[in-house]
């Protein structure tokens, strides 16, 4: 048995709600997940000891009102230095915590190491994370965009079928 088209629930924009939210959580995820994978921040002169992953990861700082002043160190297990790259595309990042970047650098094998900056700001801290670029960010615009636009058509048909008889 079949049901009457006009007694046929209709829930195309719950799917479009829904849709729309996946993306944007996605969109989210992409924008925001960085922050939430640094390591426990410290103090300007303190050393950091951090464990790290083959590939690229990036150094945070706090406040960073003297950027150019503002020197990071590290030593890697089998003689290997901190070669901190300022990378023109790198991101800082807002949640939870606004944290500016510093510079990148790459680990060519996972292993611990201790990491230090310094600076002329009395109150910094820095930290160690995934590298967000500024590709990242537009990725995640990019991915936002549709997400909005699933969620107004979910709202407007919504809207259009809650209207008809």
Same mark, same amino acid.
């Given at each position: 048995m079949?049901?009457p088209?006009?007694? #046929?629930?209709?829930?195309?924009w719950?799917i !479009? $709600?829904?849709?729309? +939210?996946l993306?944007l959580? =996605?969109?989210a995820a992409?924008?925001?997940?960085p922050?939430?994978?640094?390591?426990?921040?410290?103090?300007?002169?303190?050393?950091?000891?951090?464990?790290?992953?083959?590939?690229d990861h990036?150094?945070?700082v706090t406040?960073s009102?003297?950027?150019?002043?503002?020197?990071?160190?590290?030593?890697?297990?089998?003689g290997?230095?901190?070669?901190l #790259?300022p990378?023109?595309?790198?991101q800082g !990042? $807002?949640?939870?915590? +606004?944290w500016?970047?510093? =510079?990148?650098?790459?680990?060519?094998?996972p292993?611990p190491?201790?990491?230090?900056?310094?600076?002329p700001?009395?109150d910094g801290?820095?930290?160690v994370?995934p590298?967000m670029?500024?590709?990242?960010?537009?990725g995640?615009?990019l991915?936002?965009?549709?997400?909005?636009?699933?969620v107004?058509a979910?709202?407007?048909?919504?809207?259009v079928?809650?209207r008809?008889?």
């Open positions: 079949t049901i088209q006009a007694r #046929r629930p209709r829930r195309a719950w !479009l $709600l829904l849709l729309g +939210a993306v959580a =996605g969109a992409l924008a925001f997940s922050g939430f994978r640094l390591a426990p921040p410290a103090a300007f002169g303190e050393e950091l000891a951090v464990d790290l992953s083959e590939g990036a150094i945070y406040p009102d003297q950027w150019s002043e503002i020197e990071c160190t590290g030593t890697f297990p089998g290997g230095v901190l070669q #790259r990378d023109m595309t790198q !990042l $807002l949640i939870p915590e +606004a500016d970047a510093q =510079g990148s650098f790459s680990v060519g094998i292993s190491g201790t990491i230090t900056c310094d600076g700001v009395a801290r820095f930290t994370g590298v670029t500024f590709f990242t960010v537009v995640a615009v991915l936002a965009i549709p997400g909005i636009l699933l107004i979910g709202v407007v048909v919504g809207a079928q809650s008809r008889p």
